[in-house]
């Protein structure tokens, strides 16, 4: 059963434009969520955290807003760039047992932005 | 560059053989995961080194994969008798304790004929 899921497999933005990526998660457990990009034929680079006693974290043009409540974490990117254009992953963590730390990534949303 | 690397890149062999994959992380990076992507799919996880501890394996982890960190270093996942449903992209990730970052490698793309 999937614990991070992101139900929008691709995103077409127009350049300057917001784009907003969505995630939700089952386990209440999951206490650190990060967001990875990823480009072809490269491993995942990491982009922006949150902790979950936080509801909010930004970094320059990327925001990570996390709604514990719904289960739901979203990442707005503003303004949009062609560069941004690569496959993005939400990820969660446990906080207890074996598992400290191992990440659980979502299927993965192709953003596309456009000149 | 001092970031993750592995090798080889790439890799095809054929079904029954076996494969070995290298993974040099992070120079002083405590933590190194082992993670399997699949077309379509996000990483999962496989296994990880506390130094040179393996102290979780994934239900993934059949016993035909074994994977080792002598000396707390660099690491390597090897498959035996490879079968197709193990083609794959391989990534490994480091990170300096069990909730810093994790940064990732370029993986090893896996083709099983």
């Known amino acids: 059963d999937q614990q991070v899921k992101q139900n929008s497999p691709s995103l077409s933005v127009q350049e300057g434009r917001i784009s907003i990526l969505n995630c939700d998660y089952t386990?209440?457990?999951?206490?650190?969520f990060l967001w990875y990009k990823k480009y072809p034929a490269e491993g995942p680079t990491f982009l922006i955290s949150?902790?979950?006693?936080?509801d909010k974290n930004e970094d320059g043009r990327f925001t990570v807003f996390l709604n514990k409540s719904a289960k739901h974490l979203s990442l707005h990117i503003v303004p949009s760039q062609p560069g941004d254009s690569a496959v993005y992953f939400c990820?969660?963590?446990?906080?207890?047992?074996?598992?400290?730390?191992?990440?659980?990534f979502g299927k993965g949303t192709k953003l596309s932005v456009k000149p | 560059d001092t970031g993750v690397s592995q090798d080889p890149r790439h890799k095809i062999t054929k079904r029954g053989q076996n494969v070995t994959f290298r993974c040099d992380p992070i120079?002083?990076?405590?933590?190194l995961y082992w993670y399997r992507q699949t077309l379509g799919q996000g990483p999962e996880f496989l296994t990880y080194?506390?130094?040179?501890?393996?102290?979780?394996k994934s239900r993934l982890l059949s016993d035909r994969f074994s994977a080792e960190r002598p000396k707390g270093s660099f690491s390597t996942l090897e498959i035996q008798r490879t079968e197709q449903g193990d083609s794959a992209m391989y990534l490994c990730?480091?990170?300096?304790?069990?909730?810093?970052?994790?940064?990732f490698g370029p993986g090893t793309r896996l083709l099983v004929l």
């Open positions: 990730a480091s990170s300096r304790g069990v909730f810093e970052t994790q940064y």
């Open positions: 386990n209440s457990m999951f206490d650190y």
């Open positions: 949150i902790s979950s006693i936080k």
């Open positions: 990820a969660a963590t446990l906080n207890y047992g074996g598992s400290q730390g191992n990440l659980i």
């Open positions: 120079s002083e990076h405590n933590r």
């Open positions: 080194f506390q130094n040179e501890a393996q102290l979780e």
